[in-house]
């Protein structure tokens, strides 16, 4: 299995979590298999800056991640990962390593849109 993670830094298991995570600087993918961690790659988000609706689902789904990690996300995002089949799962905080933890012990296990998704999409923002 594959998880991204969006982060603020590229350290890996020690990265910080990015609670905006179409914008954040980074992503973090950790392969694991049996919830061990087997390989971890990070890298810098090409959308960061600017990016349309689906674009980083799309990316992130072009790197083969099974599930993606972050602080926050917006409903269409949410959307977006469930066809293409990635499990989106949000109020991820502090490192990658207390995230992955957390996602194993099942405390993080499902996705919830932004509170102020709605509020900055009326005002032409768009999380994702």
């Known amino acids: 299995m594959k998880i991204a993670i969006s982060t603020e830094d590229k350290n890996g298991l020690d990265s910080r979590i990015s609670h905006h995570f179409g914008r954040c600087p980074c992503y973090v993918l950790v392969e694991v298999d049996d919830q061990q961690v087997q390989a971890v790659f990070s890298m810098d988000n090409p959308y960061a800056q600017q990016h349309q609706p689906g674009m980083v689902p799309g990316f992130i789904k072009s790197q083969g991640?099974?599930?993606?990690?972050?602080?926050?996300?917006?409903?269409?995002?949410?959307?977006?990962?469930?066809?293409?089949?990635?499990?989106?799962?949000?109020?991820?905080?502090?490192?990658?390593q207390s995230a992955l933890e957390a996602y194993f012990n099942g405390q993080l296990n499902a996705a919830e849109p932004c509170r102020d998704s709605v509020e900055h999409h009326k005002h032409g923002h768009q999380h994702n």
Not at 72 to 86: D, K, L, S
């Open 65 to 96: 991640a099974d599930v993606m990690l972050s602080g926050g996300m917006g409903r269409r995002a949410i959307t977006f990962f469930e066809q293409y089949g990635i499990q989106a799962v949000t109020g991820a905080n502090g490192t990658v």
